[in-house]
């Protein structure tokens, strides 16, 4: 069964650096989407893409987050200059079509930032 | 603001019992509402949604009940198992938009 994937599993990065997380979604999938999940708190919406631009975003995706399809098959997160309270886990997600809700969820990114 | 939230933070059931994880919600211009499984170090699983204009979904082992009355959504897990253990979040969806809105989260414990 096709499934979304991510990687790293785990980041660590020093506060003020860049990350860049990445994701390959399903392949016949055309939405993507980044969220992301504090410990122990619900999962965020960060960033919807379509048609290799940016749908819709949250008030927490600032000018620090970009995304990017640089190719036929990755999605990826840039976070430019990364603060403490941006550790948390990122999950990517896609989904085949418009209208519905299902969206199918990678294994996420853990980033810790010391 | 509107929000979609969880009545209570843990559910410990025995094996074979059933089970009924609530959730309320207050945007009552959702389209869907959804049930996502989340198993310890994995990312959200779709276990099912019910459109707006129902009130009862069935899955295999699971019924999704929608109250629009009271914005009150319900999950029913028939027969929990210990595979079932895990947090699970209610959601709701707009067609008009794209984004999933995630409420706080119910772990379900299943004791043998």
């Known amino acids: 069964e096709p499934e979304v994937t991510q990687t790293p599993s785990h980041q660590v990065t020093q506060m003020g650096q860049e990350v860049i997380l990445r994701c390959v979604p399903i392949?016949?999938?055309?939405?993507f989407y980044w969220y992301r999940q504090i410990l122990g708190q619900k999962v965020e919406f960060l960033v919807s893409?379509?048609?290799?631009?940016?749908?819709?975003k949250s008030e927490i995706f600032d000018d620090q987050f970009s995304v990017e399809r640089p190719d036929g098959s990755n999605f990826t997160l840039k976070i430019r200059s990364t603060k403490l309270e941006d550790s948390a886990m990122y999950f990517c997600a896609s989904k085949r079509r418009a209208g519905g809700p299902e969206q199918f969820f990678g294994p996420g990114t853990r980033l810790t930032v010391l | 603001g509107e929000s979609v939230g969880l009545h209570l933070p843990t559910l410990s059931v025995q094996e074979g019992d059933n089970s009924i994880i609530n959730c309320a919600y207050s945007?009552?211009?959702?389209?869907?509402f959804i049930w996502y499984k989340q198993e310890s170090g994995k990312g959200p699983q779709f276990i099912i949604d019910?459109?707006?204009?129902?009130d009862k979904r069935q899955g295999q082992r699971v019924t999704v009940l929608l109250n629009k009355t009271v914005k009150h959504l319900s999950l029913q897990i028939a027969a929990t198992q210990p595979g079932d253990s895990a947090v699970y979040f209610c959601a709701e969806y707009a067609t008009s938009g794209s984004r999933l809105t995630f409420g706080e989260g119910t772990q379900l414990t299943v004791n043998p």
């Open positions: 019910i459109r707006s204009n129902m």
């Open positions: 392949s016949n999938h055309l939405y």
């Open positions: 945007n009552s211009a959702s389209d869907y």
């Open positions: 893409f379509y048609n290799n631009e940016i749908s819709e």
